[in-house]
């Protein structure tokens, strides 16, 4: 009953957040990863992020007056709202402000406590996004003035969504840090066309990366080379534009022409289309059929995996694939 409190030891206002709902989800007494702050005065650093404290299950600081909101940064799945985490829906019936990207869903927005300010960061039309630095500023600012702030991205926020560098800011700031992570478009939009990214027979490894690191943002350039003979499956996450550099760059390191690929835009949604191809033949298919953006590829055997069970089905084997968007 009391267990969130006691993972967020910091927190003064999580009676709030107790009272109700909360109390009922084991996932939130069991969260196993507890919120982040800068200075935090219980448990032990993480390995992997020195500069930040583990805030252990137990811990005793105070709330203290004047504290900052919480910031949560929750992923919302790649579209379909039943993809959701329970631990994300309460969090949007709870938040009283939520600031959102651009390719989190229409349906899902539906679900935010209608008294919640709602303040769009994404691109839209005719506009860019927020530039990432006055999003940071902006969580920082909202975390001054409310208890909880919902920070709502696409599939995962830490799978090629920023997520790290937002948490940076925040615990530099001195703002406590939940993550509350979501099901990744790379995962579900290939799964929902039938795509199992692992099969005994046909794939033992997985790679995702992204085909947009020319601009810079990342820490070194892709090595496809390496990819190309490192994993049994590629998934590309906004690769749809650089498709036609790296589906050579495979084939030059060794992957066959033949190779099967998929390419899954909007996938979830009721709105998803699906292309196929192969490795030498998928970028004439893109522009024939104008694929656009936003899409998840994915390269290797399991593709053909799918191509199997509709053959299966057109044989009247088995009913209707499961996943599909109804
Ligand atoms: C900035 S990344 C964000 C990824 C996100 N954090 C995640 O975990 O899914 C945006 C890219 O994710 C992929 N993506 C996100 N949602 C998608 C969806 N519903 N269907 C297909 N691809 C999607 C596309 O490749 C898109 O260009």
Not at 68 to 83: S, T
Not at 88 to 100: F, H, N, P, S
Not at 123 to 152: D, F, M, Y
Request: glycine fraction near 10%; hydrophobic fraction near 40%.
């Amino acid at each position: 009953m009391t267990s969130f409190t006691a993972l967020n030891p910091g927190a003064g206002f999580t009676d709030r957040v107790n009272r109700d709902s909360f109390s009922d989800y084991s996932t939130l007494e069991n969260t196993p990863f507890p919120s982040l702050r800068s200075g935090g005065s219980q448990g032990q650093s993480s390995p992997d992020v020195p500069s930040l404290k583990r805030v252990s299950e137990g811990g005793s600081r105070s709330p203290q007056v004047g504290d900052l909101g919480k910031v949560y940064l929750v992923g919302a799945g790649p579209g379909d709202p039943g993809l959701l985490t329970v631990k994300a829906l309460r969090l949007l019936e709870r938040a009283d402000v939520v600031i959102y990207d651009a390719l989190v869903s229409a349906p899902i927005l539906e679900l935010i406590c209608p008294t919640a300010q709602r303040i769009d960061v994404g691109k839209r039309s005719g506009r860019h996004s927020l530039p990432q630095e006055e999003t940071n500023q902006l969580l920082v600012a909202q975390a001054q003035r409310h208890k909880i702030v919902v920070r709502l991205k696409g599939g995962d926020p830490f799978i090629f969504g920023r997520g790290g560098e937002e948490m940076e800011e925040l615990v530099a700031a001195g703002v406590e840090v939940e993550v509350v992570p979501g099901i990744t478009a790379g995962i579900a939009a290939p799964a929902y066309v039938g795509i199992p990214l692992t099969h005994r027979h046909y794939s033992s490894s997985v790679t995702f990366v992204t085909g947009h690191e020319s601009t810079g943002k990342y820490r070194s350039p892709v090595d496809w080379t390496a990819i190309a003979n490192g994993a049994e499956t590629i998934v590309i996450y906004m690769g749809v534009h650089t498709l036609p550099q790296v589906t050579v760059t495979l084939m030059e390191a060794g992957r066959s022409p033949d190779t099967a690929v998929a390419l899954v835009r909007w996938g979830t949604r009721p709105d998803a289309e699906e292309l196929y191809g192969t490795l030498e033949d998928i970028v004439e298919k893109v522009q024939e059929n104008n694929f656009a953006a936003p899409a998840i590829a994915v390269i290797g055997d399991v593709v053909n995996f799918r191509h199997h069970i509709l053959s299966m089905q057109a044989m009247g084997a088995t009913p209707p694939m499961a996943g599909t968007c109804d």
